[in-house]
């Protein structure tokens, strides 16, 4: 049976020393590392992301600026909405809850956040920042992801990991994380040919594309670190719905040699980076 992953213990661990941070630099500055979750619309996975966010910074004393938005927001109200919380003394942290409804242009929204308060790491500066490895605010998932392998120990260098699906958001950052860690990366899509044997390659197999039951144990090889990344609500005929990754845990669990689960895999450590990158923002504004 494979090890587990336990994302929500490491991410209780984490937080539990944010908060002392917090705490100690809250008494130091006069005032709390303040984030803003910025929600438009009703989409109801991402209202349940934005209310997770903000009990995360409620536990850990951030200060939140959260604002929830009709699905008829303008792209320019919203441009504004950020260019206030830019030039707000009391935030340190910007993040806009993806996907926008259709007609919003989140690219242009992105670009429009202050790169120091890039709290999701998805402006241009920080995206660049990566692929440059220079210091920066790296993308929540990815960096989620690259810290629950580091707190295990597990090796990357010259590894062949495999990362399925090749979004900004998580996998092409999450590819250029494990490149700089000295993995050797391969990135599958949805236009892959022979998805399976190109999985079974890998040391390390990361599945981000949002489909159930995508990996089944003879697309692992035996031995591998399978991390789910995916998040997909099914809904049973009794009215019932629970949460499950990309990967049919019940039979890759026994080959694999690690396996992060879904829920309390990578979902907590998300909600964690978020207020790490929070906290170094306002350290960074403080030089601290
Ligand atoms: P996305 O829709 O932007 O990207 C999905 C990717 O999967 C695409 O690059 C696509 O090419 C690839 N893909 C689609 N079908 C495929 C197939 N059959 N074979 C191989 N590749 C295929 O999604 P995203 O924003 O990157 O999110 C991916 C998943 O991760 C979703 O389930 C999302 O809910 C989840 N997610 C989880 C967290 C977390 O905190 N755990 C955070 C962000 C996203």
């Known amino acids: 049976m494979a090890g587990l992953l336990d994302g929500k213990a ?16 809250t008494s130091k500055i006069g005032r709390p590392p303040g984030l803003a979750v910025l929600m438009v619309g009703d989409n109801p996975a991402s209202a349940a992301y934005v209310r997770g966010k903000n ?3 409620d536990r850990v004393g951030i200060a939140s600026f959260g604002q929830h938005l009709p699905s008829d927001t303008s792209q320019e109200q919203l441009a504004q909405i950020i260019h206030s919380l830019n030039t707000h003394d009391g935030v340190d942290g910007i993040l806009i809850q993806l996907p926008l409804p259709s007609g919003l242009d989140s690219a242009a929204l992105l670009q ?9 790491g998805l402006h241009p500066f920080n995206l660049g920042a990566l692929l440059r490895e220079e210091a920066g605010l790296r993308s929540c998932t990815p960096a989620g992801v690259m810290q629950i392998l580091k707190a295990y120990d597990i090796e990357l260098t010259g590894k062949h990991a495999v990362v399925i699906g090749r979004s900004i958001l998580v996998g092409k950052p999450l590819s250029l994380m494990l490149l700089a860690e000295n993995a050797t990366v391969t990135i599958a899509h949805s236009r892959t040919q022979d998805l399976a044997a190109i999985a079974r390659s890998a040391d390390i197999l990361v599945a981000a594309v949002g489909r159930p039951g995508l990996i089944m144990a003879d697309m692992v090889k035996p031995g591998a670190v399978v991390i789910d ?4 609500r099914i809904d049973s005929a009794t009215g019932n719905s629970k949460l499950v990754g990309d990967v049919d845990f019940a039979s890759v669990e026994p080959i694999a040699e690690w396996i992060t689960p879904v829920p309390g895999g990578i979902g907590p ?19 601290l």
């Open 10 to 25: 490491l991410a209780t661990q984490m937080q539990a020393d944010l908060t002392q941070q917090v705490e100690h630099l």
């Open 55 to 57: 009990k995360a910074c």
């Open 112 to 120: 429009q956040i202050l790169p120091e308060k890039d709290a999701d």
């Open 229 to 232: 990344v995916g998040i997909n």
């Open 269 to 287: 450590m998300t909600v964690t980076m978020l207020l790490h990158n929070t906290v170094c923002s306002y350290r960074q504004r403080f030089n």
